[in-house]
């Protein structure tokens, strides 16, 4: 593995899932997988500090790596969206470079905003909160907690595309995906994946993951096998 994942952990902001940071080893190629989510990642390489916007991806897709990177990326919550920067603007492609002010700061929606760290991401967030520029969706929030209201309307399934920039249903089985690689990794069993992950069968599983993760199950438990950030999600709903 030429990519390593130094730190991360869960949050208990309202907007933030997760908080992780990584670097490289050395130079090489990876797969990013599909992901539900958006995030802010603040990239260092070769002296410089690059902050991105990167929204949901629904396919996967082989990215190449520089030497002596490093990495923070503050994973937004789905139902967390920014009104200045509609998640559909986002959706697979490599994401939104802000312009920057100094190597320790940068312009978002006009203001001047210094780059945060792994340990201050909950009040960077929350002051992008204050000034207006992230807010979170009720009703996407009830309909991923098994509102049965919001899951029987219509209108909720359009507001959730809206927000998160794809759908219900794109968001389910690109969480459950990645829920079956996790397990793979972990070393259980093919078929106890199909089983806890509610796949059909063994061919079903091979067709969603070589949809979302781009590779077979055969190939994804190859310790040689460079994928993007993975954890365990806990998100409601995903069946």
């Given at each position: 593995?030429?990519?390593?994942?130094?730190?991360?952990?869960?949050?208990?902001?309202?907007?933030?899932?997760?908080?992780?940071?990584?670097?490289?080893?050395?130079?090489?190629r990876?797969?990013?997988?599909?992901?539900?989510?958006?995030?802010?990642v603040?990239?260092?390489?070769?002296?410089?500090?690059?902050?991105?916007?990167?929204?949901?991806?629904?396919?996967?897709?082989?990215?190449?790596?520089p030497?002596?990177?490093?990495?923070?990326?503050?994973?937004?919550?789905?139902?967390?969206?920014?009104?200045?920067?509609?998640?559909?603007?986002?959706?697979?492609?490599?994401?939104?470079?802000?312009?920057?002010?100094?190597?320790?700061?940068?312009?978002?929606?006009?203001?001047?905003?210094e780059?945060?760290?792994?340990?201050?991401?909950?009040?960077f967030?929350?002051?992008?909160?204050?000034?207006?520029f992230?807010a979170?969706?009720?009703?996407?929030?009830?309909?991923?907690?098994?509102?049965?209201?919001a899951?029987?309307?219509?209108?909720?399934?359009?507001?959730?595309?809206?927000?998160?920039?794809?759908?219900h249903?794109?968001?389910?089985?690109?969480?459950?995906?990645?829920?079956?690689?996790?397990?793979?990794?972990?070393?259980?069993?093919?078929?106890?994946v199909?089983?806890?992950?509610?796949?059909?069968?063994h061919?079903?599983?091979?067709?969603?993951l070589?949809?979302?993760?781009g590779?077979?199950?055969?190939?994804?438990?190859?310790?040689?096998?460079?994928?993007?950030?993975?954890?365990?999600?806990?998100?409601?709903?995903?069946?």
């Amino acid at each position: 593995m030429f990519i390593e994942f130094d730190d991360d952990r869960a949050s208990n902001s309202p907007f933030i899932e997760r908080v992780w940071h990584c670097h490289s080893e050395r130079g090489g190629r990876f797969v990013s997988i599909a992901s539900s989510h958006c995030e802010l990642v603040v990239s260092r390489l070769r002296g410089q500090a690059i902050v991105t916007l990167r929204g949901p991806e629904t396919r996967p897709t082989e990215v190449p790596c520089p030497a002596d990177g490093e990495w923070l990326a503050i994973r937004f919550k789905v139902g967390a969206f920014m009104p200045q920067v509609p998640a559909h603007r986002l959706l697979n492609n490599l994401g939104l470079n802000l312009p920057q002010v100094s190597q320790r700061a940068f312009l978002l929606d006009g203001r001047t905003w210094e780059l945060p760290t792994y340990d201050n991401a909950e009040t960077f967030v929350a002051r992008l909160a204050k000034a207006g520029f992230i807010a979170l969706d009720s009703e996407v929030t009830a309909r991923l907690h098994g509102d049965p209201l919001a899951l029987s309307t219509r209108s909720v399934q359009r507001r959730f595309m809206r927000v998160t920039g794809i759908t219900h249903d794109s968001f389910r089985q690109i969480e459950r995906a990645r829920d079956a690689v996790n397990l793979l990794r972990q070393g259980v069993s093919i078929a106890d994946v199909v089983w806890q992950c509610g796949y059909y069968d063994h061919p079903h599983l091979t067709r969603s993951l070589r949809q979302w993760v781009g590779l077979p199950p055969t190939k994804i438990v190859d310790p040689d096998t460079q994928l993007s950030f993975l954890y365990k999600t806990g998100n409601s709903q995903i069946r």
